[in-house]
């Protein structure tokens, strides 16, 4: 003979657990990916590093980056490990990031980050529909990004705020 009384009271205590266990795998899923979120918001030294070989073709240093920090120039330094303790760390004791925006900032203003393209280069514009010959018209620079105003060679339209990545050589 079955102990159903018993049977359920297992059964219970087990969807119970399990339910908390669920909550607080959600909670963390939900500081991960804001975690993962606000990690954008900063660069690294490599990253900086990274960022001005692929616009200057110049290779920088660690120790570049460190003077830069110290004198202030890259804004509030942050320690990766304490402010996104749940993402995955990079190697190296201590790992600093810079926020994004001035970081930008301060590389334009000294000349070492250009727009990828200039006024009346002829580009592709990438849209859904195929690719369509354009003509940059005006750059702006946001915090940390360039935007374009470009004119379409067939129609003569002018597109307003155009993100780089959005943009290619012909």
């Not at 909550?23 to 991960?32: F, K, P, S």
């Not at 280069?121 to 990004?145: H, M, Y």
Request: contains cysteine; negative net charge.
């Amino acid at each position: 003979m079955k102990d159903y009384e018993q049977q359920i009271a297992r059964l219970q205590n087990q969807i119970a657990e399990l339910s908390e266990q669920l909550e607080l795998l959600e909670m963390e899923h939900r500081a991960y990916n804001e975690q993962r979120q606000r990690r954008l918001s900063y660069l690294s030294s490599r990253e900086i590093l990274d960022l001005l070989v692929a616009r200057q073709g110049r290779n920088g240093s660690m120790a570049t980056i460190k003077r830069w920090a110290d004198s202030g120039y890259l804004g509030e330094v942050v320690d990766e490990r304490e402010c996104f303790p749940l993402l995955e760390s990079k190697q190296g004791n201590k790992r600093f990031l810079y926020p994004r925006k001035d970081v930008y900032r301060f590389l334009y203003e000294k000349g070492m980050l250009c727009p990828a393209f200039d006024i009346l280069d002829r580009v592709q514009l990438i849209v859904p529909t195929g690719n369509r010959g354009a003509l940059v018209t005006s750059i702006d620079r946001e915090e940390d990004r360039f935007r374009y105003q470009v004119q379409l060679e067939e129609t003569g339209e002018v597109v307003e705020a155009v993100a780089e990545t959005d943009l290619i050589l012909p």
